[in-house]
């Protein structure tokens, strides 16, 4: 059985990149219908005020440390975190792996047109992959249902939700159990990421764990967000 380890009462898969790929394509392989959620400090900080985010990251199969200031915080108190493993990183092997395997992924999420050239990419980069379907994100809540019948119609492998977090989070506790697919994870902005209308943080940046920071000066408008950040290290080392 996986170790966990809790950051301010959300626990927390100590696994490595690899580790975490390899867990996420057993999903694939066994008929799972399994959950991968990536938090952040962001999304950890939210579950402190919103027990139904703390209990969902708590429920998911596979919960990863997507965001610096959780591997600082695992360092600091000893808490044996392994490393960083970025959601994008996850989803871009899992693309991968669905590629060579000839496996099939629906894609939900981002704006009006954005997932379909996100899908036209990923097919260029992976050829054998099959893409089953998509949506997009702007959805109503009255469109759920007919969502749900979209994807069990084509009955994908992965299903991809990019609807921001916990926005994806909340959804995809609501319906997985409806969904018939062997992994649904979600992706933040992961998507746009495929469909090249977003661009990642150079290598170096990622590497030194200040891809947070590459985003802030590219979207100023992000500076009232990254505020969490300082507030969930003293909360954090404090707990």
């Not at 991968?96 to 992924?105: D, L, M």
């Not at 990019?162 to 902005?189: F, S, T």
Request: with cysteine; charged share 30%.
């Amino acid at each position: 059985m996986r170790k966990k380890v809790k950051i301010l009462n959300v626990a927390i898969d100590t696994v490595s990149r690899e580790e975490a790929l390899k867990i996420a394509i057993g999903y694939i392989e066994n008929q799972s219908n399994k959950r991968i959620y990536t938090p952040n400090p962001e999304i950890v900080m939210i579950a402190q005020t919103d027990g139904n985010v703390m209990r969902l990251l708590n429920e998911g199969d596979l919960v990863v440390p997507d965001g610096i200031g959780l591997i600082i915080v695992s360092r600091i108190k000893k808490l044996e975190l392994k490393e960083r493993v970025a959601g994008a990183d996850l989803a871009d092997n899992i693309l991968k792996f669905c590629g060579k395997e000839k496996k099939s992924i629906f894609i939900l999420g981002s704006k009006p047109g954005v997932a379909e050239i996100a899908c036209e990419k990923i097919k260029e980069i992976h050829p054998d992959i099959i893409i089953a379907g998509y949506f997009h994100g702007y959805f109503k809540e009255t469109e759920d249902e007919a969502i749900i019948e979209k994807i069990n119609n084509v009955n994908p492998d992965v299903v991809l939700v990019g609807l921001g977090a916990p926005k994806q989070e909340i959804w995809i506790d609501k319906y997985y159990k409806r969904i018939n697919c062997k992994l649904i994870m979600g992706v933040g902005g992961g998507i746009d990421i495929c469909a090249g209308t977003s661009k990642r943080a150079p290598i170096a940046f990622q590497n030194l764990g200040l891809e947070w920071f590459y985003r802030l000066v590219k979207e100023p408008w992000r500076l009232k967000r990254m505020l969490v950040l300082p507030k969930f290290l003293i909360k954090a080392l404090r707990s």
